[in-house]
């Protein structure tokens, strides 16, 4: 399996707080990829990056902010948490390879705002 | 737009019967992928397969295979003899153009019982 590795895995944090998520990976992909899961949404896509510093919002970006200051590692700051905000994150990375398009998950973070 | 349809919520069956799950992807590009992940109960996600829109050769992988139809745009993954452990929610993803930014369905469950 690719080498994506995502932490913290569980967080309980306060509304108002700022959180951090990160998602790091061994295999020297391009992209890379935040998503949020919830129930009846399936997986939305929150923000990706196509390289080092260069970023670009998803659909349900609106209280997130990311940076890439090195290609292996992409990190998720919720600004000020909210309970709506409480959710299942997925980091992902893709890239070409010598098997064609590939698309990677991580373990997920469930992150919960109290 | 691109838009991915799993139009079934929840399957169930019971263990040893054959299910399939359906996935239509309306597009207007002329060159895509489609992948499709299982979300057991534990939470991950793991990749099941990948096709792109030249292969239109039905695969087979043990109990698994999926039967791709470019004129109906549609990407039908069909589990034999199923199993208890196959309960999960099963995603089809396309990655549009220029494959990034998988853009998921809404999922179909399916429950195996004994």
């Known amino acids: 399996d690719a080498g994506i590795t995502q932490s913290p895995r569980h967080k309980v944090t306060e509304t108002g707080t700022p959180v951090t998520l990160r998602c790091h990976q061994t295999?020297?992909?391009?992209?890379m990829y935040w998503y949020r899961q919830d129930p009846g949404h399936g997986l939305r896509l929150i923000h990706y990056s196509y390289g080092v510093k260069d970023t670009d919002k998803g659909e349900v970006s609106d209280g997130y902010s990311v940076s890439r200051s090195k290609t292996e590692d992409f990190l998720l700051t919720l600004e000020s948490a909210t309970s709506s905000q409480t959710s299942v994150y997925f980091c992902?990375?893709?890239?070409?390879?010598?098997?064609?398009?590939?698309?990677?998950f991580g373990s997920g973070t469930r992150l919960t705002v109290v | 737009a691109q838009k991915v349809t799993q139009a079934q919520t929840e399957i169930s069956v019971v263990e040893k019967e054959d299910v399939t799950l359906d996935c239509v992807y309306e597009t207007r590009d002329t060159t895509y992928y489609l992948f499709w992940y299982k979300q057991p109960p534990s939470g991950e996600l793991v990749f099941l397969i990948r096709r792109n829109s030249f292969d239109e050769q039905n695969e087979i992988s043990g109990r698994y295979s999926w039967n791709f139809q470019k004129s109906t745009s549609s990407f039908n993954f069909t589990i034999t003899a199923s199993q208890v452990v196959d309960s999960a929610v099963y995603f089809c993803?396309?990655?549009?153009?220029?494959?990034?930014?998988?853009?998921f369905g809404t999922g179909t469950r399916l429950l195996v019982s004994p």
């Open positions: 992902a990375i893709s890239d070409w390879t010598g098997e064609g398009y590939g698309y990677t």
């Open positions: 295999e020297n992909h391009r992209y």
């Open positions: 993803a396309p990655p549009p153009w220029p494959f990034q930014k998988l853009v």
